[in-house]
């Protein structure tokens, strides 16, 4: 070989060195931490993704996520939010009720939530226009909407006296949503017996005690739990033919009645819009908690058909999606 294409040649490797160099360089870094299994939340992790897409970072190409799953073990979390903090990644985004754990963990690296229950009385953050701190995110703000639901679901079933509702006692909040719910139940001349599951395997045993309870419909609140496990809950529904009221479409789309929330995907795109404006230097702390403006009432016909149940005028009129 030639001196001058030796020289060439080495020139060539030295530049495609720093080039492979500093591609390394512009990956980013960030922390995706959830209480669930990853398996059900396939949807929602597509919407985070796009979510970081619009904000101009692709996974695999400036991107790298470490996806960190407890799949059901709370007691995992610390140690997961943990091992992200000594990764020194640059953004953690924190679902499925582990956001006061990923602030326990980090008082410097951001962290963006997605959560159901109020920031502000979890002391996640100072308010929601000004967050402070390390810390911003996305608020449902479900337990508010419980007593709305319940009102739906008694106009869906108005001769039903007694509608039961499902709830994780271990889920932050859960005794002021309760409580909230009673009062609307009061007032509307209904009883509303409390059925708890604190895991998948009480699931049946709570099914039971609604047919022993001959309550005629029933109220499932929002818990990462019952959204991971929908698929379970929509089944057991069925297969005791109780009409049954959900937070999120996804429960509707799996065969479920009734649902009338917010969408919990957008919520997850918007955290991804969230963790890449953070990428692009944003501070969380000016970053506005965002609550949904937008609540859909979602109905399935086929399922009220199999339950016997006609559908009032009242509630096709205002439903925003009909599934057929």
Not at 16 to 42: C, D, H
Not at 227 to 239: K, M, Q
Request: proline share 6%; charged share 20%; net charge neutral.
């Amino acid at each position: 070989m030639r001196r001058r294409d030796l020289l060439l040649l080495l020139a060539t490797g030295m530049m495609a060195a720093r080039a492979v160099r500093a591609q390394q360089k512009a990956m980013r870094l960030i922390g995706f931490l959830n209480s669930v299994s990853p398996e059900t939340y396939t949807p929602f992790v597509a919407a985070f993704r796009a979510g970081l897409n619009d904000a101009g970072y692709v996974e695999g190409s400036n991107l790298a996520v470490e996806y960190r799953w407890a799949e059901d073990h709370r007691d995992r979390l610390p140690g997961l939010a943990e091992d992200l903090v000594r990764r020194n990644v640059e953004v953690i985004v924190v679902g499925g009720g582990a956001p006061s754990i990923a602030k326990a963990a980090t008082a410097t690296i951001p962290i963006v939530f997605v959560m159901g229950t109020d920031p502000v009385a979890a002391g996640i953050v100072t308010s929601f226009n000004r967050p402070g701190g390390n810390v911003t995110g996305v608020s449902f703000l479900t337990g508010e909407l419980m007593p709305k639901r319940l009102e739906i679901l008694h106009e869906l079933v108005p001769s039903v006296t007694t509608i039961a509702m499902l709830v994780n006692p271990s889920t932050r909040g859960s005794a002021q949503v309760i409580a909230a719910v009673k009062d609307a139940a009061s007032q509307l001349g209904l009883q509303l017996p409390v059925l708890e599951a604190r895991a998948a395997s009480d699931f049946e045993a709570a099914f039971a005690r609604v047919a022993e309870l001959h309550a005629g419909a029933l109220l499932v609140s929002t818990d990462p739990l019952f959204t991971e496990r929908r698929d379970e809950l929509v089944g057991l529904a069925a297969r005791y033919a109780v009409p049954a009221s959900y937070a999120w479409r996804e429960f509707v789309a799996a065969g479920g009645l009734i649902s009338y929330g917010a969408s919990i995907t957008g919520a997850y795109r918007q955290a991804g819009v969230y963790a890449g404006r953070i990428l692009n230097d944003d501070k969380p702390a000016d970053l506005p908690v965002v609550q949904p403006a937008i609540f859909e009432l979602v109905v399935n016909l086929k399922t009220a058909k199999e339950l016997g149940l006609t559908l009032p005028p009242s509630i096709l009129a205002r439903a925003d999606e009909v599934i057929e």
